[in-house]
């Protein structure tokens, strides 16, 4: 839902990254509100993963310019895990497995270290068995995954509700979904777009990273945003992104050609093509 009045929980300007010297992100902005859905879109290549990862704090990008703040504070300053605390979430492309640890005590501990920067209390084990098993109608997902070690074995589309399980536990302020309709079916794709659906609210904030109207048909968005050479090229409505599944990204060449001979022109830094 569209909210020009309700707060800002995150606000991007001119980030720009690099990954081995190699720039990445090249002045992206962006204003996400409480209660709003945004999802941003490109060719594999453009930068939308690692505007994820560097919202994240991965250690393998270099934030080269720009800031990004949460809530108002300075995103940038704070370790991965302490975002995480505060509220931000990033459910992953490919969710790795981690052998030997329980989803059920990996859950617990990540619950319980929100809770506690949240100044609530940690819940013990029988309080947050309950919380989970309420948790996991969100996904239908069998309470059996509980006692796995996390991910191991799971198959594409149970690590990806495993993720949105962790979403509804730790309930966190702004979540980022990288590609989370990647190798799903539709079943399961229907199913964690619900989950999504359900998990959102008028405090909290969602950008989706997809390729694909098929996850958009589910999650409606308030904002579409299509990225290209390591920035945001055009916003808009859901309609840009339906659009882009009649007419492709062919326009999205034209653009860069354009701001490339305006960069020329001026003697600004043009965006790089290709």
Not at 16 to 21: E, G, I, K, L, S
Not at 51 to 57: D, E, I, P
Not at 108 to 135: C, Q
Request: net charge negative.
């Amino acid at each position: 839902m569209i909210c020009p009045d309700a707060p800002v929980l995150l606000e991007i300007r001119d980030l720009q990254a690099a990954v081995d010297d190699q720039p990445i992100l090249k002045g992206v902005n962006l204003t996400i509100r409480a209660g709003e859905i945004h999802a941003v879109m490109g060719r594999n290549g453009s930068g939308k993963s690692t505007l994820s990862k560097v919202l994240a704090g991965h250690p393998a990008y270099t934030v080269t310019g720009g800031s990004v703040h949460y809530r108002g504070d300075d995103l940038l300053d704070l370790a991965p895990e302490q975002r995480a605390r505060i509220g931000l979430f990033l459910g992953f492309q490919y969710p790795v497995e981690i052998p030997g640890v329980s989803n059920l005590e990996f859950l617990r501990v990540a619950t319980n270290a929100r809770r506690s920067e949240g100044g609530l209390e940690e819940l013990d084990t029988f309080a947050f068995e309950d919380l989970v098993r309420e948790r996991l109608e969100v996904v239908k997902m069998d309470p059996a995954f509980l006692e796995r070690s996390v991910n191991e074995g799971f198959s594409g589309g149970e690590k990806k509700r495993n993720e949105i399980l962790q979403m509804a536990l730790l309930e966190p302020l702004v979540a980022i979904l990288d590609e989370t309709d990647s190798g799903l079916d539709i079943d399961a794709l229907r199913i964690v777009a619900g989950g999504v659906n359900q998990l959102a609210s008028p405090e909290n904030a969602t950008l989706l990273i997809t390729h694909y109207q098929r996850l958009l048909d589910l999650i409606t968005p308030d904002y579409v945003h299509v990225m290209a050479a390591g920035r945001i090229l055009r916003s808009g409505g859901r309609e840009l992104a339906l659009e882009l599944e009649r007419t492709g990204y062919d326009w999205v060449d034209q653009e860069l050609e354009r701001f490339a001979a305006e960069g020329q022109q001026t003697g600004r830094a043009p965006l790089e093509v290709g």
